[in-house]
């Protein structure tokens, strides 16, 4: 038998791979469906490529790819055979289970087993060959199925990539001496010892005093008290006051200089009368207010908990699971993929898409959008419980994104982290991704396009400009200032600063009440523009912006900016109950274009603006000492990273701040040059004698050097660097924004024309705007088949909700609304809602109304 096996092989040997380190083996999900070895059919790994298929996609890769070796996987549920008195027969731990799985939480452990099967198939005769095997296969062929059944999964290098740094136990931990003073630490009214600092404040765990921090590990702020009271006393740990839970703390070691495990931080924190498992969990793990308030919170009324809510099941109704902090890319895409154009783009040409594949369509994003719209709107990942089946009472399974999350966020410092993330930062991120995949195909983000039409006004000469820009959402401010409880907020606040005073318990939350037409007006109020130039004054002046809807999108997508920054730079979410409609009525926001007896403002463009120090000597081409934000210097040097890297790093941002250029670092810190002093690119600047620079000369239609060597430093081309910077006006942020949206644009014979006036984004539409493409003339054809223009009248199908206090915790949820019933996705959990929390929702989507 061992020779006929063997001569049976022959033929395949050469496409036979041991796979090698680096190498990823795809044993736990099919590449083009979310089949699994515990699927009916298994799944057969490729012994070539190392993908995985079902059993209705293993036949393609065979036909694609004549790859005819696979190895099947498969596994089995047992029940336990029960003894007399009716119980399971303990058993130790099966030793057939040997893949590398998760154990299916549907079964309980107690009274299953499982058992895992492989064998070698060969198409496609489907000859299939037992394993193991060792004495009568090849050792070769031997060898290879081995490794790839320990193979390690290919999604654990991608979270050990992410950007998190695994915290150590203390060297102090378990020698650590607490004094005997009889301090007691109060649950609340906590202020710094040293000053009058009541946010980020560390307990220190020697002696107890309580201290202010400064720009430690986390990047929150304050007067430096708990270091300086470490360098007098050399008492080493303090735990963050803020983040007490039943669950742990945020402990930090000077002597270490970096965050800390304390495992006996209960016993710590009791020495001062602090009891850890009677601390209520905070909505937000570090960084909300100073004390710990139980209450009847978001979380409650947005997962409808307490209420006994009917799952659902089928088309349409199929979860996704939690790989842990990604609910904001579930909820988004069950959003996305109950829209008709998505369904019809990725769905509807499934086959398509699925034949023209590249060999490894784990790596291609339309393939996986179609693998996953396919995985939630075919029902197959959806059946109810039947008695028949293993387990009456079933739970909802879901699908897992994992395979989709490593593609869409490959490359993304936050995305691929497993850190939470905002909901609409996602959503713009994927409709970028989808339309740098569209080309040649239906674009189904189109649905969301619309042209904003910006008004900008000089103040002194009462002129204007008209321009237009490409936007994909609108941003709703939150004028608190308009509550309709206002009178109670005020009594509340009194309140807390009062109990904040006498150092009791505050009292109980008030949430704000914001009538939604308040928002709609604050959104409809002019902004004034900063450093506006004004081209009819040929100098700075007062200006101001409004903007209008130039055309209305098949789809509006709302969101609510309910998002500020706090005093240690962190978002916080305000608390506020607002009266979204079901019904919106935006016709009034039409944009008009050029009024009669408005009057437009030149098309000049600013002069450029020559440092004092540079314009007495002009053989002098280099900027000496370059405009840099210290304070993001120094907030990025107390992170660790070297002071010339941090300046560097500041400097190619464009100033933009700490973040941005935490991100830069983080693209360029294996870079041989990283920590290397700052060398300012040097450009040729005009002839600096002639008192005012024509306006038609050839510098006017060039942005500055400095600009261009600031996005080439990044690694872009300079021509696609100057092309973005002529469609944006010179503006590096939209400039940035404006390159990832077109990747493949080439250098045109006619640039785009310039605007005149210098303003900021319009922070009333997309905050990051990382999908506008260059502003368009007032006059431009609206016919394009980009921008879908109708009536403004809309209703409501769909919202995302977020619980907890910032972006970066908590935890999202969505209410979608189908065949007339609303239901609640709370991963991978799908039912009928009962009370849908409008008033709560962060994104908001709307379409269009077909009766207008």
């Known amino acids: 038998m061992a020779t006929d096996l063997g001569e049976l092989l022959v033929p395949y040997m050469p496409t036979i791979k041991v796979p090698r380190t680096g190498d990823r083996v795809f044993k736990s999900e099919c590449a083009f469906s979310y089949d699994s070895p515990e699927s009916e059919g298994g799944l057969y790994v490729c012994m070539n490529s190392f993908l995985g298929f079902g059993r209705e996609h293993v036949e393609r890769h065979y036909r694609k790819t004549g790859q005819s070796v696979f190895m099947h996987l498969k596994r089995h549920v047992k029940e336990k055979a029960t003894g007399a008195a009716g119980g399971a027969i303990p058993r130790r731990r099966n030793g057939k289970v040997f893949l590398d799985l998760e154990l299916n939480r549907d079964f309980n452990g107690d009274d299953y087993e499982y058992e895992d099967e492989a064998k070698l198939v060969i198409f496609p005769d489907h000859f299939e060959i037992p394993l193991p095997n060792i004495e009568e296969l090849p050792a070769l062929v031997t060898i290879a199925c081995d490794a790839v059944l320990n193979a390690p999964s290919p999604y654990k290098k991608q979270e050990s990539d992410s950007w998190e740094e695994e915290i150590q136990v203390s060297k102090h931990a378990r020698s650590l001496r607490q004094q005997e003073n009889g301090v007691r630490i109060l649950p609340s009214g906590w202020k ?79 020495h001062f009368g602090i009891d850890m498992l009677q601390m209520q969990r905070t909505e937000n793990g570090h960084h909300t207010d100073n004390h710990v308030q139980p209450r009847v919170s978001d979380w409650e009324v947005i997962q409808e908990s307490g209420l006994k809510l009917k799952p659902v099941y089928g088309s349409g109704y199929t979860g996704i699971k939690n790989l842990g902090n990604s609910c904001y890319l579930s909820t988004t895409m069950q959003v996305l993929f109950s829209i008709p154009e998505f369904q019809r783009a990725y769905v509807g040409n499934l086959q398509r898409i699925f034949d023209y594949s590249p060999l490894d369509p784990t790596q291609d994003f339309n393939t996986q959008m179609a693998k996953l719209g396919h995985g939630l709107l075919s029902g197959q990942y959806s059946k109810p419980p039947m008695k028949s089946e293993l387990i009456e009472q079933q739970l909802q399974r879901g699908i897992s994104p994992k395979m989709f999350k490593a593609l869409v966020s490959k490359g993304h410092p936050e995305f691929s982290s497993n850190r939470q ?83 009791r318990p505050p009292p109980e939350p008030v949430r704000a009440r914001i009538p939604f037409s308040a928002c709609l007006q604050a959104f409809t109020e002019p902004e004034n523009v900063p450093d506006f130039w004004s081209s009819a004054l040929q100098a700075k002046s007062a200006g101001v912006k409004t903007s209008r ?27 506020v109950s607002i009266d979204v409609p079901d019904f919106l009525d935006l016709n009034r926001l039409r944009a008009t274009g050029l009024q009669s007896g408005e009057e437009e403002l030149p098309d000049l463009t600013p002069p450029i603006v020559i440092p004092e120090d540079t314009r007495g000597n002009t053989t002098n081409n280099s900027l000496e000492s370059p405009e840099i934000d210290e304070s993001s210097v120094m907030q990025l040097a107390e992170m660790g990273f070297p002071l010339e890297a941090c300046r560097k790093a500041v400097y190619y941002t464009g100033n933009m701040g700490a973040e941005m250029a935490f991100n830069w670092i983080i693209a360029h810190m294996e870079e041989p040059d990283f920590a290397e002093p700052l060398a300012v690119p040097t450009y040729m600047e005009a002839d600096l004698s002639s008192p005012s620079l024509p306006t038609t000369s050839a510098l006017d239609n060039e942005p500055p050097e400095e600009s ?93 909700s977020h619980m907890g206090a910032s972006t970066m915790s908590g935890h999202y949820a969505c209410h979608i609304k189908k065949e007339g019933r609303w239901l609640i996705y709370n991963d991978h959990k799908v039912c009928l809602s009962e009370r849908p929390p409008k008033d709560l929702g962060y994104m908001y989507f709307y379409r269009r109304l077909s009766s207008c």
């Not at 735990?239 to 304390?262: C, H, M, N, Q, R």
């Not at 006059?779 to 809309?794: A, E, F, K």
């Open 421 to 503: 993330q905002d909901a609409h930062e996602f959503l713009l991120h994927l409709i970028n991704q989808v339309e740098r995949n569209s080309s040649g195909s239906e674009n189904p983000s189109d649905v969301f396009r619309f042209l904003v039409e910006e008004r900008v006004q000089c103040c002194q000469t009462q002129k204007v400009r008209y321009t237009q820009r490409v936007d994909h959402l609108m941003q709703l401010p939150v004028p608190l200032e308009a509550a309709s409880n206002r009178e109670e907020l005020i009594a509340h606040e009194s309140k807390r600063k009062e109990a904040e005073e006498n150092m």
């Open 192 to 270: 710094c010892a040293k000053c009058e600092m009541r946010e980020n404040l560390w307990l220190n765990l020697t002696d107890g005093s309580v201290l202010c921090g400064k720009w430690f590990f986390d990047g929150s702020g304050g007067n430096g008290h708990a270091l300086e009271h470490y360098k007098e006393t050399n008492f080493p740990l303090a735990v963050k006051l803020d983040t007490i839970t039943p669950d742990g703390a945020d402990v930090y070691s000077f002597d270490e200089e970096e965050a800390v495990l304390d495992p006996h931080i209960s016993e710590h924190l009791l």
């Open 549 to 575: 809807f130039a055309s209305f999108p098949e789809y509006m997508v709302v969101q609510i900016k309910k998002f500020t920054f706090g005093v240690d730079w962190v978002p916080k979410k305000l608390d």
């Open 708 to 800: 261009i060597s600031i996005l080439t430093s990044m690694g872009f081309p300079r021509h696609h660097t100057i092309q973005a910077l002529k469609a944006t006006n010179n503006n590096l942020e939209r400039a940035l924004d404006w390159i990832f949206t077109h990747p493949d644009c080439e250098d045109e014979s006619e640039a785009m024309s310039d605007t005149a006036d210098t303003e900021p984004n319009n922070n009333s539409f997309s905050n990051a705007n990382a999908h506008s493409d260059s502003s368009l003339s007032p006059d431009q054809d609206l016919s394009s088949p980009h921008v879908r223009d109708g009536p403004g009248r809309y209703e409501l199908f769909a919202f995302i």
